[in-house]
């Protein structure tokens, strides 16, 4: 009777240590047939828009909301995140030509990009703000103060298109796009422009560091909400992403994550 017990349960070990392998094979095979690389995640991001992504001190470590959020996603789906850092102007550019699983890159939702790409539901929402250098503010206090002004912002972003929608109305300004929207902030504290137009998120992490030389004079409402991209028709993908995403909204890790970078709770009204 012993022998025959012995032999009955090595069979329902065998056969449950088989169904286990094939089940969780059958789950990793339909995680790899998602992505272009076996195992990974590869997040598009241009790596200079704190405090949703940045480099540590020593140049090489991804840091920021985004990159934290990135990594989690992964981890919730099985998968090692991989960063890959390319320039704001083709990072779009790069979902088409499939260098990259998705963007997660402080993207903000429009129509015009829905139209060519797929995006999660929202995880942040965001405005427009203008900055100043401490000890100017009497000379902006409003969009309609920055006619005749220099003005520094990040080109092909959101704050590219408010500005665009200010100069159609008649608003005359002298404009100043740049490929880095620290450069925007390191050329304002240098006096070669009057004022930043930056994501009010952005810029509120600028204005709370210590000894920061700058000022928000003028912030607009929550009018934009950001997402992740991904290569038009990739539904499979994005579906999996948004899962995860709920999940880690649902469990607070998304919560954690914004009051460990942006000091408070940004994040909690998108679900």
């Not at 942040?124 to 000379?139: C, D, F, P, Y």
């Not at 109305?169 to 930043?196: P, Q």
């Not at 709370?208 to 000022?215: E, I, L, M, N, T």
Request: proline fraction near 2%.
């Amino acid at each position: 009777m012993n022998t025959l017990r012995t032999a009955l349960l090595a069979v329902f070990v065998g056969f449950c240590t088989v169904f286990s392998a094939v089940a969780g094979g059958n789950k990793d095979a339909a995680t790899d047939s998602l992505t272009l690389r076996k195992g990974e995640l590869c997040i598009g991001v241009n790596i200079a828009y704190p405090p949703f992504e940045y480099y540590d001190a020593d140049g090489k470590t991804p840091l920021g909301f985004d990159m934290d959020l990135g990594r989690a996603i992964a981890e919730k789906m099985g998968l090692k995140a991989t960063i890959i850092d390319v320039d704001w102007e083709g990072i779009f550019a790069g979902l088409d030509t499939r260098r990259y699983d998705c963007v997660i890159s402080g993207v903000t939702i429009t129509d015009e990009r829905k139209a060519h790409y797929e995006f999660t539901k929202p995880y942040v929402g965001n405005g427009q703000a203008i900055i100043l250098r401490k000890g100017t503010e009497g000379s902006i206090k409003s969009p309609e103060d920055l006619t005749g002004k220099k003005i520094a912002y990040l080109t092909e972003s959101t704050s590219d298109v408010y500005m665009t929608k200010l100069a159609e109305k008649g608003l005359s300004f002298e404009a100043l796009e740049y490929d880095d929207a620290m450069n925007t902030f390191a050329d304002l504290k240098n006096g070669r422009c009057d004022a930043v137009v930056s994501d009010a998120l952005v810029a509120i992490d600028y204005v709370s560091k210590a000894d920061s030389p700058f000022v928000i004079v003028w912030q607009g409402d929550a009018e934009e909400v950001m997402g992740i991209g991904f290569k038009k028709g990739n539904v499979a993908l994005q579906q999996a992403v948004d899962k995860a995403l709920d999940e880690l909204f649902a469990d607070g890790t998304v919560k954690k994550l914004s009051e460990k970078n942006f000091g408070t709770d940004i994040v909690s009204s998108m679900r």
